[in-house]
């Protein structure tokens, strides 16, 4: 049957009592409407693609009003004209994988297999991220990215937006040369923040104070593991999940299997070190030094409890990671070079040890103090600096 296809005629229209009813449109070649036995009823288009007959389903009525089901057989018409075929470029596009799809895949191959830190990827994935699973990749475009950059920084900081684009960066690049989405890398040309590179360090006074936070701690898990962290410089979870299996206080050695550096580390232990693993009560009872109640079978989580003793010394704006920072600078202060100094806090490279020798500010303070005896004492210019 063929008719002008209007509003009112495809509300009408009846099914047949079986099989299919077909309505051909005879103004506008290979749109029809089809009418199953059920009543439902969708726009098709039909014609030749490449010398082959096929149907191609538009969308269903009354979700797609008979103007949105013209345009769309307009564009399919267009498309095959330029040699295009309508059908298969669907079939693409059902297959497209979705950000979920790559996001499961990045973890699984990449993820898990090359990164210790692949747990943060998951959180990143499944939090920041998780509004996005069901978009094809394709979709996704720069603008989103610069917009969901821009709201992290405002909302969790520069830092955590600059992790999340350095995140969503490596797995296009990754999903893109497994050929999981074709065309360019929505991250491209996207800025990272600029950060501030931390300095902060505990000075003699705040140390004293910290100290005698410490004494008022009521938990003697967490009244060890922070004076831990200033002697060792150990990271956080270094020593949240150290097992007296690889402690040897008889030796002062602590073997650690597996660092960020991707390697395994030797800490010799000093003196009230050895004692403080000595005073745990964990020792001879636990695998771990610091058992907890969790999943992991050790502590996890610091925050809260460095946040009273930080507030009890005086110190609010002093981070976690700022006792690693101040065992560096106050080996840095007394002389150390910076190979041992890396050695101490395991680090791969002598550039990640160089703020250490920016910190130390001792022999620029002597210099200028000597400068300024002579500039305002009249001494000769000629006097040489004490080594």
């Given at each position: 049957?063929?008719a002008?296809?209007?509003q009112?005629l495809?509300?009408?229209?009846e099914?047949?009592?079986?099989?299919?009813?077909?309505?051909?449109?005879?103004?506008l070649?290979g749109?029809?409407l089809?009418?199953?036995?059920s009543?439902?009823?969708s726009?098709i288009?039909?014609?030749?693609?490449?010398?082959?007959?096929?149907?191609i389903?538009i969308?269903?009525?009354?979700a797609?009003?008979?103007?949105l089901?013209?345009?769309q057989?307009v564009?399919?018409?267009?498309?095959?004209?330029?040699?295009?075929d309508?059908?298969?470029?669907?079939e693409t596009?059902r297959r497209e994988?979705?950000?979920?799809?790559?996001a499961?895949?990045?973890?699984e191959?990449?993820a898990?297999?090359?990164?210790r830190?692949?747990?943060r990827?998951e959180a990143?994935i499944n939090?920041?991220?998780?509004?996005?699973r069901?978009?094809?990749?394709?979709?996704i475009?720069?603008?989103d990215?610069?917009?969901?950059h821009?709201?992290?920084?405002k909302e969790k900081?520069?830092?955590a937006?600059?992790?999340t684009?350095?995140?969503?960066?490596?797995m296009?690049n990754?999903?893109?040369?497994w050929?999981?989405?074709?065309?360019?890398?929505p991250?491209?040309g996207?800025r990272?923040f600029?950060?501030?590179?931390?300095?902060?360090f505990l000075s003699?006074?705040?140390l004293?104070?910290?100290?005698?936070a410490l004494?008022?701690e009521?938990n003697?898990s967490?009244?060890?593991?922070f004076?831990l962290?200033?002697?060792?410089?150990t990271?956080?979870?270094?020593?949240?999940?150290?097992k007296?299996a690889?402690i040897?206080?008889d030796q002062?050695?602590w073997?650690l299997p597996?660092?960020?550096a991707?390697?395994?580390?030797?800490l010799?232990l000093p003196?009230?070190?050895v004692e403080?693993?000595r005073?745990?009560p964990?020792?001879g009872k636990?695998?771990?030094?610091?058992?907890?109640?969790?999943s992991?079978?050790?502590?996890?989580?610091?925050?809260k409890?460095?946040?009273?003793?930080?507030?009890?010394?005086?110190v609010?704006d002093?981070?976690?990671?700022?006792l690693?920072r101040?065992?560096?600078?106050?080996l840095?202060?007394?002389g150390?070079n910076?190979?041992?100094i890396?050695?101490?806090?395991n680090?791969s490279?002598?550039s990640?040890?160089?703020?250490y020798?920016r910190l130390d500010?001792n022999?620029?303070?002597?210099?200028?103090?000597?400068?300024?005896?002579?500039?305002l004492?009249?001494?000769?210019?000629?006097?040489?600096?004490a080594n």
């Amino acid at each position: 049957m063929e008719a002008k296809l209007t509003q009112r005629l495809v509300e009408a229209a009846e099914p047949a009592k079986s099989g299919q009813t077909f309505i051909r449109d005879n103004e506008l070649t290979g749109l029809a409407l089809r009418i199953t036995a059920s009543g439902a009823k969708s726009f098709i288009w039909e014609g030749r693609i490449r010398g082959r007959p096929r149907r191609i389903t538009i969308g269903a009525y009354p979700a797609l009003s008979v103007l949105l089901a013209r345009k769309q057989a307009v564009k399919i018409r267009a498309a095959i004209a330029e040699g295009r075929d309508p059908s298969q470029e669907r079939e693409t596009q059902r297959r497209e994988p979705t950000f979920g799809d790559l996001a499961d895949a990045y973890m699984e191959r990449h993820a898990k297999a090359h990164k210790r830190s692949w747990k943060r990827d998951e959180a990143a994935i499944n939090g920041t991220l998780s509004k996005w699973r069901s978009r094809r990749v394709s979709d996704i475009s720069p603008d989103d990215v610069a917009r969901l950059h821009e709201r992290i920084g405002k909302e969790k900081g520069r830092y955590a937006a600059n992790r999340t684009l350095a995140l969503l960066r490596t797995m296009f690049n990754v999903g893109r040369h497994w050929r999981l989405f074709v065309g360019p890398n929505p991250t491209e040309g996207i800025r990272m923040f600029r950060e501030e590179k931390r300095e902060r360090f505990l000075s003699p006074d705040e140390l004293k104070r910290v100290n005698d936070a410490l004494t008022e701690e009521p938990n003697e898990s967490w009244r060890a593991y922070f004076p831990l962290s200033l002697l060792l410089g150990t990271r956080r979870n270094e020593l949240l999940s150290a097992k007296w299996a690889d402690i040897d206080l008889d030796q002062r050695i602590w073997r650690l299997p597996m660092t960020k550096a991707g390697r395994s580390h030797l800490l010799p232990l000093p003196t009230p070190v050895v004692e403080i693993f000595r005073s745990l009560p964990s020792r001879g009872k636990s695998d771990w030094v610091f058992p907890g109640w969790g999943s992991t079978g050790h502590l996890t989580e610091p925050k809260k409890v460095w946040q009273r003793i930080r507030t009890r010394a005086g110190v609010p704006d002093v981070r976690i990671h700022d006792l690693r920072r101040t065992l560096g600078s106050w080996l840095s202060g007394q002389g150390y070079n910076l190979q041992l100094i890396g050695k101490a806090l395991n680090h791969s490279s002598v550039s990640t040890t160089q703020i250490y020798a920016r910190l130390d500010i001792n022999p620029l303070r002597e210099a200028l103090e000597r400068n300024a005896r002579l500039m305002l004492g009249g001494g000769a210019q000629t006097e040489k600096p004490a080594n």
